[in-house]
């Protein structure tokens, strides 16, 4: 007889193992389900835990039954997982998946627990099933490369007519394509169906990087290179202007500004510069051509475009110093990281103010120079209206004033200037606001660049509290025979103005707004909506949650349901996390929009992410150490919102961008995070709309997963549309630029960076050869790879 040790060892370890980690995960289920089940959440968890720690259970005693009924809970969950979601694959995930791991290890464990004779047999279709069960998974995960059908555009409807809005032509003048911002480009070398030719016929390097790890932190190129006639002009981060043959990318000249590594804000970044002809200058003459830009120093420079010298009659030998008038400005605190608008020769530049620091930080006093000898020729602080020039002796523009850190836009013949507008300092805090901040704040505002007055505005949100402030250019557009322009915002909604007026063309309404926060006296009852086109999606709900698994689904479905969340505008509150949706990186930021006059096509990639955000109070705040950059407790970089002390009010404002798991790293909200959508301008109807954006450098724990997946990542950066058919775009965070068709938003062609592309790309011809071209540097806020690349493409 054999003894009962021998027996006892000879016992398989596999069904003790697998049953200890079903338990443990049951159990950490039963107890976060039943804190969910509290909350008014889904019972699921709870039931689901329950049963996993039985089925555990019974297999650490070895006992065939649980492994059947952790077969029945795999069953029921995807009953439950279809009931909830449908089939939508990316919210299957952590419904099924790791659960499907589970399924295939307990299917092949089973046999060693049976004594029956048959009990092989059972262990191999137990492992066909686990090989069917795999392979039918992996048809999931292949079905989520596949971003659907798409409808055919509509036929030609806007063909441009309105002679303001010249074309591009071989050249690519402006960061938008032309001060009309549509970043569409009438070349059509390149076409559909040969664009999958493309490749890189030469790529250069700046030699900008960053000058530490902790620099790195602040890094992100942004940069859309200019070119007009023989000569390429590329910004760098730190401002270098550098001048290139477009045919080769080899270095003609640079100019270097000195800037320093304490002038960064939150983002090391030049999106570009401005060009600008001397009327009437003979063209030998020095400077008779010059590029006008601004430095992150906040200084305002003009130099020759043909050999990058100084042009010394401008202001003092080149530049001139932007702060003037201001009072207090710690360096970081101001700075010119886009390009400025010249409207009949007026130099109009905003700034930069850096985020959350201080309620009576510098002011966002607009100003229009002179773009041949950067004399001051107005200014507009909204605070003092009468004010044409410098402020009085002894005195400073308003400080605290809503800024405009983006770029604008601009009409020769109707000599106006389009200012996307911020919000004031402390974005998250309104009762310290002057009405004239109110009244400005988070709107479009036409200026006249002669007297620098307010012609018209557009407000998108009353009392902004959700860092709503403008970010992309208005395009100017012929609409139906009408002068207007197509104004994106953060919120998602677009809206059609007429540009003499500001009168919307297209429906707008108005919804009730949720109360409520902190300051619900401050609250407006209604806000302004597009009832023509939002790429904003509905309204977020529990079963929107997502993670890496049901664990990570169910914290998630945690915070949702202890979270002030009312829908749309939800106000930020102190005693505990607002969600709010879309979150302050749009909808559409920075990168715009871009048109197809001749289609009538508009090509708008957005982010569709949320935040997760708690007014901290002042005390809180104070034993946390966070103060304003330029005290001692200040620190260089770090996320926008994360911690920023908005001194001088009573809150400080932590925001979870994105809304991320502190362990993982993974989003709460369930894929895809981001999306391109072509629009009829004619009707405001989708056409189609994809995710944007692979999983292929996504990953939970900062693992890149390297999955080709369309997951649709956040985006920064804006497309470019040719003549051709061809959407241009980067902006994801995979890494990757691709050419998309116009007509059916199928990707045609892609290629690897060597950076993070969050940059707007450009097209432009040379000796009858069109060329792509895209300034990868990177990005700290989306933690893709910093680089100094310019890399052009052509077809052979």
Same mark, same amino acid.
């Given at each position: 007889?054999?003894p ?5 060892r ?5 069904p $003790? %193992? @697998?049953?200890?980690?079903?338990a443990? =995960?049951?159990?950490?289920l +039963?107890?976060?389900?039943?804190w969910l089940? #509290? ?7 709870v039931?689901t ?10 297999l ?10 952790y ?8 009953i ?7 089939a ?5 995930v952590p ?6 791991v589970l399924l ?6 089973m046999?060693?627990?049976s004594t029956?004779?048959n ?9 066909a099933a686990? $090989? %069917? @069960? ?5 048809m =999931?995960?292949?079905?989520? +490369?596949?971003?659907g059908?798409?409808?055919? #555009? ?16 071989d050249?690519?003048p402006a ?11 009438p070349?059509?070398q ?11 016929v030469w790529?250069?390097?700046t ?5 530490s ?6 890094y992100g190129?942004?940069?859309?290179p ?31 500004p000195?800037?320093s590594?304490d002038?960064?804000?939150?983002t090391?970044a030049?999106?570009g ?7 009437d ?12 830009y ?5 200084r305002?420079?003009a130099?020759d ?6 042009c010394?009659?401008?202001g003092?030998n ?8 201001m ?10 990281n886009s390009?400025?608008?010249i ?17 009576w ?5 607009i100003?229009?120079y ?9 200014a507009?602080?909204?605070m003092h ?13 308003a ?5 405009m850190?983006t770029i604008?836009?601009?009409d020769e ?15 998250y ?5 002057r009405?004239q901040?109110?009244?400005?704040a988070?709107?479009?505002v ?10 018209w ?8 509290v ?7 250019q208005a ?6 025979g009408t002068p207007?322009?197509v104004l994106p ?8 103005l007429?540009?003499r007026?500001?009168q919307?063309?297209?429906p707008?309404?108005?919804i009730?707004a ?13 806000q302004?909506?597009s009832l023509?086109h ?14 890496m698994?049901?664990i ?10 202890r ?9 930020p509150e102190s005693?505990?996390?607002s969600?709010?949706y ?14 197809d006059?001749?289609?009538g ?7 569709d ?8 109070p002042?005390a809180?705040?104070?034993?946390k150490?966070?103060?304003p950059r330029?005290q001692a ?10 911690g920023?002390?908005q001194?001088?009010t ?7 961008a ?6 993982t790293?993974m ?11 072509a629009?009829?301008?004619?009707t405001?109807k ?5 995710p944007?954006?692979e ?20 985006n920064?950066g804006g497309?470019v ?6 959407i241009?775009v980067?902006a ?10 116009l007509r ?14 969050q940059?707007?790309?450009?097209t ?7 060329y792509?071209?895209?300034a ?6 989306m933690?893709?790879?910093?680089g100094d ?5 052509a077809?052979?």
């Open positions: 007889m054999e009962e040790s021998l027996k006892s000879a016992r398989p370890i596999a $003790l %193992v @697998l049953g200890s980690i079903i443990l =995960i049951g159990l950490v +039963a107890i976060g389900g039943i089940a #509290l909350l008014g959440g889904s019972a699921y968890y039931l835990g329950i049963a996993m720690l039985a089925a555990g259970g019974l650490i005693r070895r006992r065939i039954l649980g492994g059947w009924l077969c029945a809970i795999f069953v029921l969950t995807v439950w997982a279809f009931a909830e979601v449908g939508n694959n990316w919210a299957l419904r099924i998946i790791a659960p499907l295939v290890a307990t299917l092949l464990v046999p060693t627990l029956r004779p009990r092989w047999k059972l262990g191999l279709g137990t492992s686990a $090989l %069917v @069960l795999t392979a039918v998974s992996a =999931i995960f292949a079905r989520m +490369a596949d971003t059908p798409a409808q055919d #555009l509509p036929g030609l409807r806007f063909e441009m007519s309105d002679p303001s809005l010249a074309s591009v032509g050249d690519w960061y938008g394509g032309t001060d009309a911002a549509r970043r569409f480009s070349l059509g390149i076409t559909p169906d040969n664009v999958k030719n493309l490749k890189r790529l250069a390097h030699g900008d990087m960053p000058s790890p902790q620099i790195a932190k602040t190129g942004e940069n859309t200019l070119k007009v006639g023989n000569t390429l002009y590329v910004c760098t981060p730190k401002n270098r202007v550098i001048a290139l043959d477009p045919a080769t990318g080899k270095q003609r000249w640079t100019f270097d000195k800037v590594d002038a960064i804000p939150y090391a030049c999106r510069v401005t060009y600008f002809s001397v009327p200058a003979p063209v030998d003459q020095p400077c008779a051509q010059r590029i006008i601004g430095t992150l120093d906040a305002l420079f130099i475009a043909r050999t990058g010298a100084r010394a009659a401008f003092t080149g530049e001139v110093d932007t702060k003037i008038g009072g207090n400005t710690p360096p970081g605190y101001v700075s010119i390009p400025p608008t409207v009949r020769g007026v130099v109009v530049t905003g700034h930069q103010v850096l985020d959350g620091q201080d309620r930080a510098p002011s966002g006093v100003r229009g002179d773009a041949v000898t950067g004399k001051l020729r107005w507009w602080d909204m209206p009468d004010w044409n020039g410098y402020p009085p002796q002894g005195q400073t523009w400080r605290g004033t809503p800024n850190w604008a836009s601009g013949q109707l000599g106006l200037v389009y200012l996307p507008m911020g919000n004031a300092a402390a974005d805090y309104s009762s310290l606001r009405p901040e109110r009244d400005f988070t709107s479009l036409a200026l006249d660049v002669i007297t620098g007055k307010p012609r505005k557009f407000q998108a949100v009353r009392d902004d959700w860092d709503y402030d403008f970010g992309a395009s100017l557009v012929d609409f139906k207007a322009l915002s953060k919120q998602g909604d677009i809206y059609v007429d540009r007026t500001g919307p063309l297209t707008v309404g108005s009730k949720p109360g409520g926060g902190v300051e619900p006296a401050q609250r407006a009852a209604t302004r909506v023509w939002t790429l904003r999606k509905p309204d977020l709900t529990e079963r929107d949650m997502w993670g698994s049901p990570d689904q169910m914290v998630c479905r945690i915070q949702f349901r979270a002030s969340y009312k829908g749309f505008f939800t106000p005693d505990r996390r969600i709010e879309p979150g302050y990186n749009g909808g559409t930021d920075w990168g715009g929009v871009a048109i006059p001749r289609r096509v508009i090509v708008a990639n957005y982010n992410m949320p935040n997760y955000v708690r007014l901290v002042r809180e705040a104070n034993r150490g966070w103060a330029d407790r200040g620190e260089i970089g770090g996320a926008e919102g994360a920023d002390p001194a001088h009573p809150y400080a404002i932590d925001v979870n994105g809304w991320r798991l502190p362990l790293g989003l709460c909200k369930q894929p895809p995070y981001g999306g391109i959508r629009i009829d301008m004619a405001g989708t056409i189609w709309d994809k944007l954006g999983a292929r450098t996504n990953g939970p724990f900062g693992i890149p997963s390297m999955l080709p997946w369309t997951i649709g990542t956040p920064n497309s549309v040719t003549a051709g058919g061809v241009f980067a994801a965070t995979d890494n990757l630029i691709r050419a998309i068709d059916t938003g199928k990707v045609l062609w892609k290629d690897v960076l060597p950076a993070g592309g940059a707007t790309p450009m432009y011809m040379v000796n009858g050869k069109q792509l071209v895209i990868p540097g990177g990005h700290h806020f933690e893709t790879p910093i690349q310019v890399i052009a493409y077809l052979p």
